[in-house]
C-alpha cells in the first residue's frame, strides 16, 4: 500500500525558515516524479513543486521560486521542502503527492495526510 | 500559465439528486483533467482522471466528460458522503487547479 507521511510543519516568524519532508512507503520510491501541493485556510489547492526521480529536474511556481527548493534522498525514501523567507502568505497545510500516468505531467493518485505551516507577523 | 475556472462555486442539493459540476480550462488541454473530493480536514482524493476514467474503488455514480477545454463531473445519485468540495485539476502542462466547488445539504 502507498503511503505518504508529511512531517516537519509548525509554527515560524515571517522571513524565517522551515524544512518539510515526506517519508513514502510501499513503492519504488526513486522510479517516482513527487510534487508538493499546499492549501491556505479556507483557500482551494495550489500546485507548489516537482521534482524528477532523479532529482535532476525541479520546477516551481511562481508564487515560491526563488524562496523554495525541493530535494529529495532516494536512500532515504523522501522528498522535502526547504522554505526560506516566508511570508504570512505561506500559511497552509502543505501536503506531499504523487504522480502517475503517461503523456503528461501525470495526476496525484496518492497524497499525505498534509503537514501545517503557519507563518506569524 | 494554464487557468481553470469551475462552476458553480457552491451547490445546494439533496440526497438522490443528480449533480453536474463543470471546469473551463484557459487553453486547449486534450483530455488532460483530473478531478478531486475533499472533505474538511482530509487530503484530497482522486476521482476521475483524463476526463473520464474512474479511479479504482471509486463509486460509478461518479462520471466525467469534456475534451480540449470543456469539462464536467456528474454525480448521479448524490449520496450523504458526498458532501465534501471538489475540484478540478489539469496536468497538460504542470499543473493548475480550479477554485473549488463545494456541494452542500440543501
Known amino acids: 500500500e502507498v503511503q505518504l507521511v508529511e512531517s516537519g510543519g509548525g509554527w515560524v516568524q515571517a522571513g524565517g525558515s522551515l524544512r518539510v519532508s515526506c517519508a513514502a512507503s510501499g513503492f519504488t520510491f526513486s522510479s517516482y516524479e513527487m510534487n508538493w501541493v499546499r492549501q491556505a485556510p479556507g483557500k482551494g489547492l495550489e500546485w507548489v513543486s516537482y521534482i524528477d526521480g532523479s532529482g535532476s529536474t525541479m520546477y516551481y511556481a511562481d508564487s515560491v521560486k526563488g524562496r523554495f527548493t525541493i530535494s529529495r534522498d532516494n536512500a532515504k525514501n523522501s522528498v522535502f521542502l526547504q522554505m526560506n523567507s516566508l511570508r504570512v502568505e505561506d500559511t497552509a497545510v502543505y501536503y506531499c503527492a504523487r504522480p502517475r500516468g503517461t503523456g503528461s505531467s501525470g495526476f496525484f493518485d496518492s497524497w499525505g495526510p498534509g503537514t501545517e505551516v503557519t507563518v506569524s507577523s | 500559465d494554464i487557468q481553470m475556472t469551475q462552476s458553480p462555486s457552491t451547490l445546494s442539493a439533496s440526497v438522490g439528486d443528480r449533480v453536474t459540476i463543470t471546469c473551463r480550462a484557459s487553453?486547449?488541454?486534450?483530455?488532460?483533467l483530473a478531478w478531486y473530493q475533499q472533505k474538511p480536514g482530509k487530503a484530497p482524493q482522486l476521482l476521475i482522471y483524463k476526463a473520464s476514467s474512474l479511479q479504482s474503488g471509486v463509486p460509478s455514480r461518479f462520471s466525467g466528460g469534456g475534451s480540449g477545454t470543456e469539462f464536467s463531473l456528474t454525480v448521479s445519485s448524490l449520496q450523504p458522503e458526498d458532501f465534501a468540495t471538489y475540484y478540478c485539476?489539469?496536468?497538460?502542462?504542470?499543473?493548475?487547479f480550479g477554485q473549488g466547488t463545494k456541494v452542500e445539504i440543501k
Open positions: 485539476q489539469q496536468y497538460s502542462s504542470l499543473w493548475t
Open positions: 487553453q486547449s488541454i486534450s483530455s488532460w
